[in-house]
């Protein structure tokens, strides 16, 4: 290994950055569901109260376990970390981890356009973060056939996400439920293509 490539590498191993991905998200998971309050009512007169709580934790759930499917799949294919995979890693974490104060801000003002643009957003440059991590491992797999065609199916199958991202950020200007369906349609176009 040359110096400049020894500079560019981390330290950090593949692993214990896959595991401390992985505690940090588990963390959020929990955060998000510590949020949940019990019913104010009892029977399901309570848990119907309870429906845009619920629905709002599912978003966020369906969000971070995408984000974690995704990792462990980028992950099945890395076989070494550089500087720029690590700060695409870090980008992704950070960004993630607003998912529950961003699901507390619709909660809390859920007819406010500008809190609901703000999710899609945020999905949009975690998404951009595995992007660098998918990006930058190029240099280091380029003589892996495998990881290659692994890296073409990726990026075509990643290429309708941002624009829906930002269809859906534009969408909660008009109203809110068309933003949630675009998540749906997000999350359903995932789960077809991966």
Do not use: C
């Not at 981390?10 to 998200?25: F, I, P, Q, Y």
């Amino acid at each position: 290994m040359s110096t400049a490539e020894h500079a560019r590498t981390t330290s950090l191993s593949k692993h214990r950055l896959e595991l401390l991905t992985d505690a940090v998200l588990a963390i959020v998971m929990t955060i998000m569901v510590l949020d949940l309050r019990t019913p104010l009512s009892s029977g399901l007169a309570g848990w119907i109260e309870m429906g845009p709580s619920l629905l709002l934790y599912l978003i966020g759930f369906v969000i971070i376990v995408m984000g974690i499917i995704i990792h462990h799949d980028y992950f099945a294919h890395f076989r070494e970390i550089s500087r720029g995979m690590l700060w695409g890693n870090v980008v992704f974490v950070f960004f993630v981890t607003l998912v529950p104060l961003l699901l507390r801000a619709i909660a809390a003002h859920p007819h406010d356009s500008f809190n609901v643009a703000l999710l899609p957003v945020d999905v949009l440059i975690a998404g951009l973060g595995l992007a660098v991590m998918r990006v930058r491992a190029v240099s280091k797999h380029r003589h892996d056939p495998g990881f290659q065609d692994w890296y073409r199916h990726r990026r075509r199958n990643s290429l309708w996400a941002a624009p829906l991202l930002l269809v859906a950020a534009g969408l909660s200007f008009v109203s809110v439920y068309l933003t949630l369906g675009v998540f749906a349609v997000f999350a359903i176009g995932f789960v077809a293509t991966f």
